[in-house]
């Protein structure tokens, strides 16, 4: 049985009158001396300094305390600093926060995931650690590590729990890590989540198995021929830059960038994207990168077009990370998918049998199986793959969307988590495009060369013709409880209409149909346009519990701020969310008051 859940809603709050709290060290109302001191010294400083002076806002308490996640600064000087909370040093769950500063560092307002304030009821907790581990151990079916005791504000109340990592769960795909968080009252376990965001549901491969249908992707290239060995140092200098090149399964012959160590050596590591690697996980469930075996060569060039050499899924792999990366470097100046100037990293050879990728929040890395020789024959290193799952770790550095619920079988539920896969289809896509590989022609198709009948996994023009996951096209109160990747189709075809409009048109070969809702005519603004409006939506005003509804407002605000509220960009912004069914009128009710006690 199901249990109920309660929706949980992402808060964009405007500038209120501020309230004090006592026994906080900024407690003085906005415009005195002691908030104007700390808006001069640094924005992490005047953010929180402004959540505590505007707490009714931003439902910060005593005995919370704001780490700076992120900050982000837009060309005109404002600023958005993500907050994670604790309360009374315990780190809350969903205690989440954006606050939003003019270029003086005034408070303009803020977007927070808890409606409510994180105080629980009890601190005493009536379970001992061991017995949470023992729980833990139970439902994730791994090895439990120690269990921490947290504020869990994710569903409408704050409760004291237990959160504790269970590795080698077997309720993952591939023995990978959980996370469970258990009630440190009642023993009742809240959350058993796993902390990677894998490509293929277990829902979608029981259809696969259902249809009696296996994944047969056309890969196979000739060995690249390009000039290998063109250092950037003079000969004997090393470690050297050196421009090798690859032959791949899927994208053809590709330039890679890679490290000479020796005369005749070379590493798979690029040292103009921070030190971006990747490695040989050796058929084994790693998910530490630091015991994957680096990849070699003698004369920089990589793979073979064929599954017969260990290096091939190394070539997609690095040629779809760094182009992944160089995405987001030219079309918003990220740097490294933290935008902390942090090279990013991948391990194929991920376990055996594994038709599977992933990204791992334990390890911060790519993952990717062979196949598992069923379904899936081939490694899954597809361009809009890798595209799609770096993505994950985008969302994780930023808003980190969660599912709702998970269910036995490991399927994740819930509009937040049908958010952040529709975010990484989004995205992934425009990895293709910007790569514009010939050999890998971009599109608004999802997996469109891992060989499936229906000739795509996704599609953002029209989602319900993906028939495998019954990815849906409009929101419905049902969506709140839908498979994510079922659910992800509200905002991808959104976006897509936001960028290409509705009706019937062809791109670079593909003939695409997105119909409406309401049978409305929606005109795009292109998708460039499009994917700011989305990147700058995540960035800055969403967070962990963010929906369909709260993505709308996010975007609309996104819209606002770099074309105006009475923009074109702005009123298709609002069209194509209610192309899709997604209205101010239609937001469902905040959720009551949670019983007392609780």
Wanted: contains cysteine; aromatic residues 6%.
């Amino acid at each position: 049985m199901r249990r109920p859940h309660i929706r949980r809603v992402a808060i964009a709050v405007a500038v209120t009158t501020a309230a004090t709290i006592p026994g906080t060290a900024f407690a003085s109302a906005p415009g005195g001396p002691a908030l104007a001191a700390v808006q001069a010294a640094s924005p992490v400083a005047a953010a929180r300094a402004a959540a505590f002076a505007h707490a009714s806002a931003t439902g910060v308490t005593d005995g919370d305390t704001l780490r700076a996640k992120d900050v982000m600064t837009d060309p005109d000087g404002k600023q958005h600093v993500r907050f994670v909370r604790t309360h009374r040093g315990l780190p809350v769950l969903g205690g989440d926060l954006v606050v939003h500063l003019g270029r003086r560092g005034e408070y303009l307002g803020v977007t927070r995931a808890a409606d409510h304030v994180v105080k629980p009821s009890t601190v005493e907790a009536q379970l001992t650690p061991e017995q949470a581990e023992r729980k833990a151990e139970t439902v994730a079916k791994g090895d439990a590590g120690t269990a921490q005791l947290v504020v869990d504000a994710r569903d409408g109340a704050a409760a004291l729990a237990y959160q504790v990592l269970v590795t080698d769960s077997d309720t993952t795909q591939a023995g990978q890590s959980s996370t469970v968080v258990v009630d440190a009252r009642t023993g009742r376990i809240r959350s058993n989540t796993p902390n990677s965001d894998e490509f293929i549901s277990p829902s979608l491969a029981a259809a696969l198995r259902e249809r009696g249908e296996s994944a047969t992707p056309q890969t196979g290239t000739s060995p690249a021929a390009a000039p290998s060995g063109l250092t950037s140092a003079a000969a004997g200098h090393y470690p050297a830059t050196a421009t090798g090149s690859g032959a791949s399964l899927f994208a053809g012959k590709v330039a890679l960038t890679t490290t000479r160590t020796a005369r005749t050596s070379y590493l798979l590591k690029d040292p103009t994207r921070w030190n971006t690697e990747t490695r040989d996980a050796k058929g084994q469930e790693l998910e530490s990168f630091a015991r994957g075996k680096a990849f070699t060569d003698g004369d920089n060039k990589w793979g073979t077009g064929t599954t017969s050499a260990r290096t091939t899924a190394a070539v997609d792999a690095q040629y779809g990370i760094t182009q992944t990366l160089d995405f987001y470097k030219k079309a918003f100046g990220r740097k490294g998918i933290k935008n902390n100037s942090a090279g990013a990293k991948g391990m194929v050879h991920f376990g055996s049998k594994v038709g599977n990728a992933f990204w791992d929040s334990t390890c911060g890395c790519m993952l990717y199986g062979d196949g598992d020789g069923d379904l899936f024959k081939k490694p899954l290193v597809v361009l809009d793959v890798t595209g799609h799952e770096l993505t994950h770790g985008v969302v994780d550095a930023t808003a980190a969307l969660e599912p709702t619920r998970v269910d036995n079988d490991g399927n994740q539920f819930g509009e937040p988590g049908a958010l952040n896969e529709s975010l990484a289809d989004i995205f992934g896509s425009n990895v293709e495009f910007s790569a514009n590989n010939p050999k890998n022609p971009p599109n608004y198709l999802v997996g469109e060369k891992l060989g499936l009948a229906q000739k795509f996994l996704r599609r953002l023009d029209h989602p319900s013709l993906d028939r495998l996951e019954e990815t849906i096209d409009y929101w419905s109160p049902a969506a709140y409880d839908t498979e994510v990747h079922a659910g992800s189709g509200v905002s991808s075809h959104a976006f897509y209409l936001l960028a290409e409009g509705s009706g019937r048109k062809t791109i670079n070969g593909v003939t695409y149909d997105s119909p409406t809702f309401d049978g409305s005519r929606v005109t795009g603004i292109g998708r460039t346009k499009a994917t700011a409006i989305f990147y700058r939506a995540l960035t800055r005003y969403m967070v962990s519990t963010t929906d369909f509804h709260d993505a709308r407002t996010a975007t609309l605000k996104a819209a606002t701020d770099m074309y105006g509220a009475n923009s074109t960009e702005y009123r298709t912004v609002d069209a194509a969310w209610a192309a899709v069914n997604v209205t101010a009128a239609n937001t469902p009710a905040p959720p009551a008051p949670p019983a007392a006690g609780h």
